[in-house]
């Protein structure tokens, strides 16, 4: 009498892992849309990405084409991504967006440090100049004066986004 499987009763079995067919598709789902983000992208943003010449050449067909076109081509950017390894390209698009609210946080900070030389003036003054050394503090004190004067008269705030014009050159001449 022969058994089935070749082995040896004390020998281990490997383990199978079994995959629904519903997971595969949420997976091939899910490669389809990190396609469509980079799709999104500006070319020279997806230069600096890790892309094959198949993927990089199917990706702009892809923002050429319209409507169903448009949506075959983004399916077939799935079956290539499915291909692929998905890890460095999603690592590269986290990095981007990233980047980007950190500069969106940048500008907030800037953004209420001109609120602070607007209302409280010469003491908001002093940190912007401790901070930033090469800052002109008698131009930030009459731009503050102005830009107070201009929001008690309802007029555009000219000299409000002075300061922050003159702010964010001051953080980008630090930077340097």
Same mark, same amino acid.
């Given at each position: 009498?022969?058994?089935?499987?070749?082995?040896?009763?004390?020998?281990?079995?490997?383990?199978?892992?079994?995959?629904?067919?519903?997971?595969? #598709?949420?997976?091939?789902?899910?490669?389809?849309?990190?396609?469509?983000?980079?799709?999104?992208? #500006?070319?020279?943003?997806?230069?600096?990405?890790?892309?094959? !010449?198949?993927?990089?050449?199917?990706?702009?067909?892809?923002?050429?084409?319209?409507?169903?076109? #448009?949506?075959?081509?983004?399916?077939?950017?799935?079956? &290539?991504?499915?291909?692929? !390894?998905?890890?460095?390209?999603?690592?590269?698009?986290? &990095?981007?967006?990233?980047?980007?609210?950190?500069?969106?946080?940048? &500008?907030?900070?800037?953004?209420? &440090?001109?609120?602070?030389?607007?209302?409280?003036?010469?003491?908001?003054?002093? !940190?912007?100049?401790?901070?930033?050394?090469?800052?002109?503090?008698?131009?930030?004190?009459?731009?503050?004066?102005?830009?107070?004067?201009?929001?008690?008269?309802? #007029?555009?705030?000219?000299?409000?986004?002075?300061?922050?014009?003159?702010?964010?050159?001051?953080?980008?001449?630090?930077? !340097?």
């Amino acid at each position: 009498m022969g058994r089935k499987n070749k082995r040896e009763p004390w020998e281990e079995e490997e383990e199978i892992i079994w995959v629904s067919k519903t997971e595969m #598709k949420r997976d091939m789902e899910e490669l389809q849309k990190l396609g469509e983000e980079l799709v999104a992208l #500006k070319p020279s943003v997806l230069a600096k990405f890790p892309l094959d !010449d198949d993927l990089r050449a199917a990706i702009s067909d892809a923002q050429r084409f319209d409507k169903e076109a #448009k949506r075959r081509q983004m399916q077939f950017i799935g079956k &290539l991504m499915r291909a692929r !390894d998905p890890e460095p390209i999603q690592a590269a698009l986290d &990095l981007l967006r990233n980047k980007h609210s950190q500069q969106s946080i940048e &500008l907030h900070k800037m953004e209420k &440090l001109r609120d602070r030389v607007v209302a409280e003036g010469d003491a908001a003054i002093n !940190d912007v100049v401790a901070q930033y050394p090469s800052a002109d503090r008698q131009k930030l004190r009459q731009l503050a004066r102005q830009a107070k004067k201009e929001q008690e008269s309802n #007029k555009p705030p000219k000299a409000y986004r002075e300061i922050f014009q003159m702010l964010k050159t001051l953080k980008a001449e630090s930077e !340097d």
